[in-house]
């Protein structure tokens, strides 16, 4: 077998090409307009680049690894772009990998988080426009459904395709954007005091309520 065609990687073009899609994607759902906007948009966009550039121009996960792939999962190229898709390769999917489990879950997070980012901004772009705290929407969910399409949009990517960096880059992102959502609060506490305390109360950060409380059933003693 030609090793020369079945090698993978290198393929700079789909590196930028698929980075700027998900980056203008992100960026028309978000538009950042302050700094603490732009620091989110901009480690996200960090992690988008490390995860194309070694899902398409160099796999320097699967070179470190090499040793232990090929031990754990023997006659398999892992030089070849579908081997590259290590959940399903690991635990033992030999059709392709965009139909295996892992992939299909991890579409639906992606797809899903991209959803989140726009229906969240949709609710805070009116809000701001009336000088009003969001509260509707995905706000009366949780306080900061943005931040959250984020990371669920960067954990889909990683149940694809993880990788070493951004295996590393996912905690430190998500430590940041618990900061960012706790520095927001701060802010809309000085502007909207009693109004913003109550909604705080009421309304979990970043794990929803699926199931509304009831207000009228009588507080436990």
């Known amino acids: 077998m030609n090793h020369e065609a079945q090698y993978g990687y290198g393929l700079w073009s789909l590196v ?8 203008i994607f992100a960026f028309s759902f978000t538009k ?4 603490r906007d732009w620091r989110s948009f901009g480690a996200f966009s960090g992690f988008i680049v490390a995860l194309f550039t070694e899902m398409y121009g160099i796999p320097l996960s ?10 754990r999962v ?3 190229d892992f030089l070849t772009h579908d ?15 965009h139909w295996g489990p892992f992939h299909i879950a991890s579409n639906i997070m992606i797809f899903g988080g991209f959803l989140m980012l726009s229906a969240a901004w949709r ?20 306080r900061h459904p943005q931040y959250v399409g984020f990371a669920l949009i960067m954990l889909g990517f990683l149940l ?3 990788t070493i960096l951004t295996l590393a880059m996912f905690p430190v992102l ?6 960012l959502a706790k520095a927001e609060e701060r802010e809309a506490l000085r502007e909207f005091g009693q109004e913003y305390e109550s909604y705080r109360k009421r309304t979990p950060a970043f794990l929803p309520h699926f199931v509304p409380r009831d207000r009228s059933a009588p507080h436990p003693h």
């Open 16 to 23: 930028f090409i698929n980075s700027a899609i998900f980056i």
């Open 174 to 179: 998500v430590w940041m954007y618990v900061r």
């Open 32 to 35: 950042p307009k302050t700094s």
């Open 160 to 162: 694809q395709w993880p």
């Open 83 to 97: 081997a590259g898709h290590l959940p399903e390769m690991i635990f033992g999917w030999r059709g392709n990998p």
């Open 123 to 142: 609710v805070l772009y009116q809000a701001q426009q009336r000088h009003e705290l969001a509260t509707t929407g995905l706000y009366a969910r949780m």
């Open 62 to 71: 699967i070179y470190l690894l090499l040793p232990w792939l090929s031990a």
């Open 74 to 76: 023997p006659g398999i």
